[in-house]
Structures are given as C-alpha cells and as structure tokens.
C-alpha cells in the first residue's frame, strides 16, 4: 500500500470527523465473515430459537465476550463479528448492551446490516408499552423547523424562508413542464434525482450540501418519458420536461401530493434507494482495474455530483455484499461528453474498479457481462461542487484508484471558463503498469498544459523511469506543494486527497503540518 511502513518523526491523526480504520488481524476480512456464517456455528448463541429481548435483558449482555445490540428495533449477539470489525473494537463496543441504531446510521447507514448479521439475529426488541423501536422515524424538516433547528455548520450560511425551492408546471398538448425554481446559483443537473419508474409516481429530489428538496406527486396522468433541462447562466432554475401518455388531453392538476412533497430534509434521513441496472459496456484499464458502464432503468435519472459516489452491492452466499465507487467520465478526452439536451447519456454511470482477487465483491464484478444487472444505489458525498468554484488553485494527491474522484475534478477545471484556475495532480503507484489511464491524462495534460500539471510516483519504477520514485512521503509532499502559497482567503485553496483510507489519512497529517488549514483540505474516503 502506498504510503504505509513510513517512519517519519511525526504524529499523523485521523481525518477530521472521520473515524479511521483499524488494521484486522488474519483471517478476520468480510469474506472470511462470510465463510464463518455458512460454516454451520451458531452465531447467534440461542440454538437458532427467534424470541423477543427486553432492554433489560439487552443491558446485561455488555460485554467483549458477550456482546448483544440493538439495530433498528432487532436484537444481535455481535459477539463473533467484533473481530471483523474494520473500524475497531473499541467503536463497536459503543452500541454494547444498548440501542446502536443512531450510531451505525452515522458512520454508515448504507450498510446492509439485516443482511450482514443475519446469522447473529436472536430476534425483535420488546419495546413494551414505550413506543414502538421497530418503526424507523424519518424527521422532516418543514421551511419553521428549518430556520430553528440548523447546526452550527449550518449557521454559517443562514436560511431564511425566501431560500427554500419551490415549483410551478404548465402544459401543452403533448408535455407538461416541471420548474424548479432552487435558489441556488451553484446548482446543476448533477444535483438532480428523478425516479418516474412506473410512469405515474414522481419522487423527484435535489440534492443541496447537507440537505435534499423532495417533490413527490401521484401524477394525474402516465408519461412516456421525461427529459431534464440543466440551470443557464446560473439560473438555479431546473425544467422537467413531462411526456403526456395520452397527448391533447389537458392535465387538471399536476398531480396528487404525497408525504414529503415540497420540504427540506436532512441529507442524513435521505433513502438511500437501491436499483437493478444494466451493465452496457466495460473495457479494461489495466491488468485488474475495469471501466463498467452501467444503464439505470427506464423513467430514472442522475447523473451523480462531482465528488459522490455510489453503493454497488450484490448478494454472495446469502449476505448482500456492498462498496462505495466514485461515478467517473467514460474518457477524459471528449469536450462532448453529457453536454447533449435530449439527455441520452444521462442514464449512464462510468465506475472504475479495481478486482482484488481475494475480495469479497470484486470477483463477483469481474465475472459481469454486458447485459448482466447489478445493484446499484442514489448517489452518496459530501463534496461541493460550490467549493470547486471557489478555488483559484487545486492540488491533489491520489493513489491507486484513488484517481477517481480527480477525474470529473480535472475535468470542470478545464472546462469552466469562468475563471482562471490551476490545478496539478500527484499520482503515485507500485509499478508503471498500475497508472490508471495513463494515455488519458497524457493526452489530457497536454491538451491542458496551460491549467493541468500531472506528476506521477512509482514506489517500484522500471530501469529509465524518469518520474519521481519512492512513496509519497512528506518530503516528496512538501516538494509537490513547496511553492503553493497560502492564500488570505483561505478558500482560493483546495487540496483534495484520496487513495487507500490510511493513505489519505497520512497525507492528511503531512499536509495539515505544512500550515495548511482544514478548510483548504477535502479528504475523498471510502
């Protein structure tokens, strides 16, 4: 791994607000954990007999060798999986003899958990006469709650009622226009989710940092298809153009308002909605890296935000099986690419993956085939495209597939005009047939050599390698960075890092000691 066995006389802490993974100990990967379950022990210590648990009972069983929680309203003995555990033991030992649904939503709520730890259910909680656990509470925030109930990154950017989006349609004979009015000059199509699949209900969703706007409606009618019209000039203004099922019949109404249509949520409380897609194309990059482009299904749209990736998932030995993937371009080199109006390519994603043939998904990925379907999810992030826009320098440091989220970053760069903005990639491998693309970003940079520098890194280099050799260490960093000035304005500066978790963890340090502040630093982590 990139960056690991460094012995440099300095404490490297973990990314702000991002609990690190801990190194598990032979034997103890996800497919192990998955081989444990199918080897017939019983994990779940009751001899297979489902029954309800009280919290009392639940409370007793606190211990490293007794290890019971509480996950959405059902009872689990943990006690054989605390070993599996990448983040630790010490952080699962948090939801020990108690409630852990609030705590496994934070860190991460995409995973399948009833799926995960089937083979340690013992059944559901006996809630009593309190209220009922196994109801899942989505709170929805209404335009008063919102103003009363920001956090306190929130409050840097106050909301008032004149922000929130709203929407207006009108019709002709054949289409029926849906506009968006969100308020956001930063707002794109990217930010856009739109399921119709069934041609009547539309769950429509726009995507701001922190939070989401829902339109959902029973449409007074079907449609056929649908087509997005991206904001111009900054607008903010996002069009739905409806395809009538039924041309020259005139619509009463747009539709039947369904619960959550018209409010502001909390990104956290976003269903994370799950969908069988196509696999229309995969090439190969390198000897274990593809590029799969999946088709979403019919009447589904997005186009994922710069930065956001999404879940693949898959069902392997009755465990589903999922890891976050970074969306990227199909090629760097097409000023064409998801520029067309009629949104034909935007029903597709690009992943690019590595297969780890000892891994618990990626084999499975490696055996797909065009037609085959997979599982994948809405979009997940936290990067802004509204911070991109703010920088006037971009520097980033990858390893690996670590290059995924630099792709689409690169990629706005070169082609929002608007300002003047440099950027330079650090891109480090173990061999020179590691480098991902490696004739895309030559071709790239050279086209772009007036705004795009790339430096690449082997830690094993061939006879004549004329790039940088070594691990990214933080001599070769404070090279790479050495004539980056701080500006007064701290976000005129953005260092964006990714690669490996404690890769991107000691970067992360490395930079941070250089007097660089957190502000300036986006750390992209699986």
């Not at 958990?113 to 925030?141: H, Q, R, V, W, Y």
């Not at 371009?329 to 935007?346: A, F, W």
Request: glycine share 8%.
């Amino acid at each position: 791994m990139l960056g690991s066995n460094l012995k440099e006389n300095m404490t490297v802490g973990p990314v702000a607000g991002k609990r690190p993974k801990v190194a598990l100990k032979p034997g103890r990967s996800l497919m192990d954990w998955v081989r444990l379950g199918l080897s017939g022990r019983d994990l779940q210590g009751q001899g297979g007999r489902i029954r309800k648990v009280t919290m009392e009972e639940l409370g007793k069983h606190n211990k490293e060798d007794d290890c019971w929680t509480l996950l959405r309203g059902k009872v689990y003995n943990i006690t054989s999986y605390i070993e599996f555990h990448p983040g630790g033991i010490p952080e699962l030992m948090r939801a020990a003899g108690k409630d852990g649904t609030q705590l496994f939503d934070e860190i991460h709520k995409w995973v399948n958990i009833e799926s995960m730890l089937a083979k340690c259910f013992i059944g559901p909680i006996d809630a009593g006469p309190t209220k009922n656990l196994l109801e899942a509470s989505t709170p929805t925030l209404t335009v008063q709650s919102m103003l009363n109930s920001m956090s306190a990154d929130d409050s840097k950017k106050p909301i008032s009622k004149a922000s929130i989006p709203r929407y207006e349609w009108y019709q002709n004979e054949d289409n029926v226009t849906l506009t968006i009015y969100t308020k956001d000059k930063d707002i794109t199509e990217e930010n856009l989710i739109v399921d119709c699949s069934n041609g009547k209900t539309l769950n429509c969703k726009v995507l701001f940092p922190q939070r989401f706007y829902q339109i959902y409606l029973e449409l007074e009618d079907k449609i056929t298809n649908f087509k997005v019209k991206p904001p111009v000039g900054g607008s903010g203004k996002l069009e739905l153009l409806l395809q009538k099922s039924s041309p020259n019949q005139k619509w009463s109404s747009l539709g039947m308002k369904l619960e959550g249509n018209g409010t502001v949520q909390d990104e956290k409380n976003r269903e994370l909605v799950r969908r069988r897609s196509c696999v229309s194309a995969i090439k190969q990059i390198t000897s274990n890296t593809k590029l799969f482009s999946l088709k979403l299904p019919e009447l589904v749209y997005y186009k994922c935000p710069i930065g956001h990736h999404v879940l693949v998932e898959e069902e392997i030995h009755g465990i589903v099986v999922g890891k976050n993937y970074t969306v990227v371009l199909e090629t760097l080199n097409d000023d064409t690419q998801n520029r067309n109006e009629d949104n034909s390519d935007s029903c597709l994603l690009h992943l690019m993956i590595k297969i780890y043939n000892d891994g618990a998904l990626t084999p499975v990925l490696d055996q797909l085939n065009v037609s085959d379907m997979i599982t994948i999810s809405d979009p997940i992030g936290s990067f802004s495209i509204s911070r991109l826009q703010r920088a006037r320098s971009v520097c980033m440091v990858s390893a690996g597939t670590g290059l995924t989220p630099m792709i689409r970053i690169m990629d706005y760069i070169v082609k929002d005009r608007n300002i003047e903005r440099r950027a330079r990639l650090l891109f480090g491998n173990r061999y020179e047939s590691d480098i991902l693309w490696r004739n895309e970003l030559e071709e790239f940079s050279n086209r772009n050599h007036d705004m795009i520098e790339i430096k690449y890194i082997l830690s094993r280099p061939p006879d004549g390698w004329t790039g940088l050799r070594g691990r990214i260490n933080k001599d070769i960093l404070s090279e790479f960075l050495g004539d980056v000035a701080k500006p007064s304005v701290e976000e005129e500066l953005l260092i964006c890092i990714c690669g490996p978790d404690e890769f991107t963890e000691m970067i992360n340090g490395y930079v941070i000691a250089m007097g660089f502040t957190e502000s300036m630093i986006h750390c992209f982590l699986g």
